[in-house]
């Protein structure tokens, strides 16, 4: 009895099938425009007797979202926008110190020169003076100055006279008059202050004028 129940169920069915395989064109298993495919039909339909349903399909995975546009080249250093101008005033640049003058009182006195380092020039008359001149010129040597020389001037001075163009030769002149006075001439009180004198004889330099002698 349970056989013959169950033919008619599966005639049922393959009548269904019949039915709308015969109403749906055959173009339409592969058509996109809305119309239901063979497939999507059968899989509708109960299933036949002994025959397991059909699945769902798995739905389709999404498309692939769509590569990202260039994104657009950096803007060159030239095209930069400038900075915005401060409203405040540019810095000042800090003046330079005043340049401080040396003065006569901050400047460095010169060392006191030796003989070693003094230049005597000798001044004697034409007439009367050469002996001395030579007496002082191997007596300068002998001690050790640096220079000594001896001129002829033409006219005789009165007094002897022991000369001095910078202050730096004022001791060393002491000490070249006191050797002067042990030789029979003037001494200390004999010597001038011509630093005031232009133009100034070179460094060192210190004159002695010798008056006529007299026999």
């Known amino acids: 009895m349970t056989q013959h129940g169950n033919h008619p169920s599966a005639r049922v069915a393959t009548l269904l099938m019949i039915i709308c395989l015969a109403a749906v064109p055959a173009s339409a298993q592969t058509s996109g425009n809305g119309v239901p495919t063979a497939r999507e039909i059968w899989r509708h339909l109960p299933a036949l007797p002994g025959q397991p349903r059909e699945a769902a399909p798995e739905p389709a995975p999404p498309p692939a979202p769509a590569p990202a546009p260039n994104p657009k080249p950096a803007p060159s250093a030239s095209a930069a926008p400038r900075p915005a101008a401060s409203n405040d005033p540019a810095p000042r640049r800090a003046s330079p110190a005043p340049t401080r003058r040396a003065t006569p009182e901050a ?24 002996e001395r001149s030579q007496e002082l010129v191997r007596l300068l040597r002998a001690v050790g100055t640096a220079e000594v020389e001896s001129r002829a001037i033409p006219y005789a001075v009165d007094r002897q006279s022991i000369r001095y163009f910078h202050a730096a030769d004022q001791d060393v002149t002491g000490k070249i008059a006191d050797l002067v006075g042990m030789t029979g001439g003037g001494g200390r009180e004999t010597v001038s202050d011509f630093t005031t004198f232009r133009p100034t004889p070179r460094n060192g330099t210190i004159e002695i004028w010798l008056p006529e002698t007299r026999f």
């Open 107 to 130: 400047s460095t006195p010169e060392w006191p020169r030796t003989l070693a380092e003094a230049r005597v020039v000798i001044h004697y008359p034409e007439r009367g003076g050469y």
